[in-house]
């Protein structure tokens, strides 16, 4: 005989699981979604988040404001760290005009690694203005492609201008242990910053 | 000559995506964040829409708002407020982790599963 009958079972407990979320940023075609797939159990997702925005007519005959919809779409990854916690990588829409909605985006971030690439490294300023700015814990990954000069970090530290109590280290997003290695660094400052508000 | 009629459509395929929240952009409960994990507990009502009832289907597991969304293939705020309405309803219930509150047993956690990858 089975047990109680599935009719009168009601639906099961929420497990408790909660989640936290790391965001990836940095310039256009820097390899965030690149980065969120080296380590993603699942190949990376796209959601679109829609919004509202005036469109600037060029033609200033016209004085109507349209009002345009737009999609940004962002990519996310996960991973699952036991039956508890679930971590999620989400990467920043890539263009500065999109800056506009990091904040639903990094509103309850545990922390953010900015990514770099040495050839364009004013593309991150955006990005490292706006997490100082939030006091979000971030990291710097300085993503070296093939062909370009290998700048020592101190080089790329001073040129982003960034604190030294700022973890920068090099990152290939294409490789796993070197993703692995930025979102460790990430973690590791993270818990620091934490360990030193708890002790004080 | 009709020059003073506005141009024609040309995307009539264009489905607004709100249509199937009724127009509203905003959730109920607006606390929910795209990665905030949601899962089905109660007994689905018979009137439930075809996506509210896709949302129910696929969060038998603990599942995040975002990716109920791309499951979906609806914008993250659509999702927001379907998911919402099932909160309400007690269809859904949520766990939201304020990152602050996380703890440094949960940190050591990440860094040694991140590391295990």
């Not at chain 1, 990519?75 to 989400?90: K, S």
Request: net charge negative.
């Amino acid at each position: 005989m089975s047990g109680p009958s599935e009719a009168t079972s009601v639906a099961p407990r929420a497990r408790k699981v909660t989640s936290v979320k790391l965001v990836v940023a940095g310039g256009f075609g820097v390899g965030k979604t690149t980065f969120v797939s080296a380590v993603s159990e699942i190949a990376p997702l796209t959601t679109e988040a829609a919004m509202t925005t005036e469109s600037k007519d060029v033609d200033d005959t016209s004085l109507i404001n349209k009002k345009v919809t737009t999609t940004v779409a962002m990519d996310f990854g996960r991973i699952t760290v036991d039956d508890q916690l679930v971590m999620y990588l989400f990467g920043t829409p890539g263009q500065e005009r999109f800056a506009f909605m990091w904040d639903d985006l990094c509103d309850g971030a545990l922390g953010a690694v900015v990514l770099a690439d040495t050839r364009r490294l004013a593309d991150s300023f955006v990005a490292l203005d706006y997490f100082e700015a939030r006091n979000t814990p971030f990291v710097v990954g300085v993503n070296h492609f093939a062909g370009s000069y290998h700048y020592p970090i101190p080089e790329v530290r001073e040129a982003l201008g960034v604190s030294d109590q700022i973890p920068v280290v090099d990152c290939d997003a294409r490789n796993r242990e070197s993703v692995k290695v930025a979102l460790i660094t990430l973690l590791q400052h993270v818990y620091e910053i934490r360990r030193a508000s708890m002790a004080r | 000559m009709n020059d003073d009629l506005p141009p024609r459509a040309t995307t009539q395929d264009f489905v607004r995506p709100f249509v199937i929240t009724g127009g509203r952009t905003r959730a109920a409960d607006s606390s929910l964040k795209m990665e905030t994990m949601v899962q089905t507990v109660g007994r689905p009502r018979d009137d439930l829409s075809f996506e509210m009832a896709r949302i129910v289907d696929c969060s038998y597991e603990p599942i995040s708002v975002a990716e109920i969304a791309a499951a979906l293939d609806v914008p993250l705020g659509v999702a927001m407020v379907l998911v919402g309405d099932l909160v309400d309803d007690g269809c859904l219930e949520t766990t939201y982790s304020n990152p602050v509150e996380i703890e440094l047993s949960a940190l050591t956690r990440m860094i040694e599963r991140v590391r295990a990858l």
